[in-house]
């Protein structure tokens, strides 16, 4: 990477302590309930007094203990590692690696407010998206690669497009806009690699989705009109795909 011999080891470590990093920075936040608002937690239909009128005064039911996210800052270590691991060697530039590495641990902290509140706040998912375009485009003019650039950039509006239509069709009760706002970021990094990464990524997810939804339904724990946070199983598609080096041939 960049004229670098960079070992497997040493790219893994240097990736899994920038999501590490982030991570951690974050993960008091998230226990304090920080990524909380009030729209998180509806009201309860108004109560009716003993002739079935209503009193007027609406209940919220009381929020849900925080997150612990006890698995968020291992979890994020050991991809960041892998993702690292796996670029090691492939020509990817040392720039879009430590990006890598960095959403990685963003991408575990959305995961977390996902599952948690059903959300991706667009504090997040925005400033994501700019940094990762911006990223690209210093790489492009150090490197000259505008090839990559040009399909990284395609890459991520058309995942975002795919994932705002799917949004549109299915009206919100099955993905939301939050992971259409997310999709340009992932889009990106994978279109840096290959259109293959995109593909292979996409399918991933899908897949893990179907997935998680198909033990839950067995389990009985959710039913058809339960909704099921889809950012997780996006977020491991594009990690898997990330640390899958064979894929930037295809």
Known sequence: MDGVAWTSGAAGW?????ALAVAAARLG??????????????AEPTPTDARGEADGIPRVPPAPATPRAVWLLPTVAILGYAVGAGRAGE???????????VVVGLL???????????RLPNSF???????VAALLTVVAVATGDWLSWRRALIAGIVLG???LVLVLVGRGTGMGLG???????????????SWGSVLLATMLTFLLGGVVAGA??????????????FGPAMALGAVLVWALPAVVVL
């Open 216 to 229: 839950l339904l067995v389990a009985r724990r959710a039913t058809g009109k339960t909704a099921i946070p």
């Open 29 to 42: 936040w998230l226990r304090r309930g920080g990524h909380r608002i009030e729209e998180d937690f509806e």
């Open 91 to 101: 020509g990817t530039p040392l720039l879009v690696v430590v990006a890598m590495g």
């Open 108 to 118: 575990g902290i959305l995961s977390v407010i996902d599952l948690d509140v059903h």
């Open 179 to 193: 992971d259409a706002k997310l999709a340009p970021t992932l889009g990106m990094l994978l279109g840096w690699l």
């Open 14 to 18: 240097l990736t899994a302590g920038c």
């Open 125 to 131: 998912t925005y400033p994501m998206g700019g940094g």
């Open 161 to 163: 497009l795919v994932y």
